[in-house]
Each structure stands twice: as structure tokens, then as C-alpha cells.
């Protein structure tokens, strides 16, 4: 791993995120601290930040605690949009149409890191 690499906030190690699931971690992204949603899918790690558009209140329905629907998409615990898990598009729900916003992730020697 690169100075440059380890210089970015460590935000969790792969191996606490099993695949498939989601995992909340807390960063600082722009100078604010944040809540972030991280999301596996294989050694591909997605991040977003814990807020849904429709009415900016958190994703999860307890800390850390997240719902994914049948259809393997992320769902807010406050009014039920779905959020497919690639670009983070609300599929379904108040906030069809608009999207949860990314934050930049890398992964690298087990690790995932801010981008």
C-alpha cells in the first residue's frame, strides 16, 4: 500500500463486511462528520452517505441496522424508498428518481479506506 493509501481514513476492514451486506461507519467527508452506508458486493465496496433525499432523515431503522427488500435493494426504515445498489437510484418510493449521494471508497490489502 502506497503512503498516499494509508494517509486515507481507515473506515473498516473488508472482512467486517460480509457480501451482500451493509455495514454503517462514521467519516469526516467535506469537513463534516457523517454516517456513511458501505455495501460489498464481491471485493467491490460501494459507500453512500446514511440520508435519504425524500426527507434527509437516515436509512437505517436502528444504528447499523439496515432493511434490504426481496429485490436486493437498500429500503429507508422511515417511509420505504428502495435504492438499487449499484448507483444508489431510488427505484421505488417518495424519492423516485433522485439518488443517494456517493462517497468515494477504495479497497486495498483488506482494507477500506476513503478514496
Same mark, same amino acid.
Given at each position: 500500500?502506497?503512503?498516499?493509501?494509508?494517509?486515507?481514513?481507515?473506515?473498516? +476492514?473488508?472482512?467486517?463486511?460480509?457480501?451482500?451486506?451493509?455495514?454503517? *461507519?462514521?467519516?469526516?467527508?467535506?469537513?463534516?462528520?457523517?454516517?456513511? *452506508?458501505?455495501?460489498?458486493?464481491?471485493?467491490? *465496496? +460501494?459507500? %453512500?452517505?446514511?440520508?435519504?433525499?425524500?426527507?434527509?432523515?437516515?436509512?437505517? %431503522?436502528?444504528?447499523?441496522?439496515? =432493511?434490504?427488500?426481496?429485490?436486493?435493494? =437498500?429500503?429507508?426504515?422511515?417511509?420505504?424508498?428502495?435504492?438499487?445498489?449499484?448507483?444508489?437510484?431510488?427505484?421505488?418510493?417518495?424519492? +423516485?428518481?433522485?439518488?443517494?449521494?456517493?462517497?468515494?471508497?477504495?479497497?486495498?490489502?483488506?482494507?477500506?479506506?476513503?478514496?
Amino acid at each position: 500500500m502506497s503512503d498516499a493509501e494509508t494517509d486515507r481514513p481507515l473506515l473498516a +476492514r473488508l472482512d467486517q463486511l460480509p457480501d451482500g451486506g451493509f455495514l454503517e *461507519v462514521e467519516a469526516q467527508v467535506e469537513g463534516d462528520a457523517e454516517s456513511l *452506508v458501505l455495501y460489498r458486493d464481491g471485493a467491490q *465496496v +460501494r459507500a %453512500w452517505l446514511n440520508v435519504c433525499p425524500h426527507a434527509g432523515r437516515r436509512l437505517d %431503522w436502528a444504528p447499523g441496522q439496515f =432493511l434490504k427488500s426481496s429485490q436486493g435493494h =437498500l429500503v429507508c426504515a422511515a417511509h420505504g424508498a428502495s435504492f438499487e445498489l449499484q448507483h444508489g437510484d431510488c427505484v421505488s418510493g417518495p424519492c +423516485r428518481g433522485d439518488r443517494l449521494r456517493a462517497v468515494g471508497v477504495a479497497v486495498a490489502e483488506g482494507e477500506i479506506r476513503l478514496a
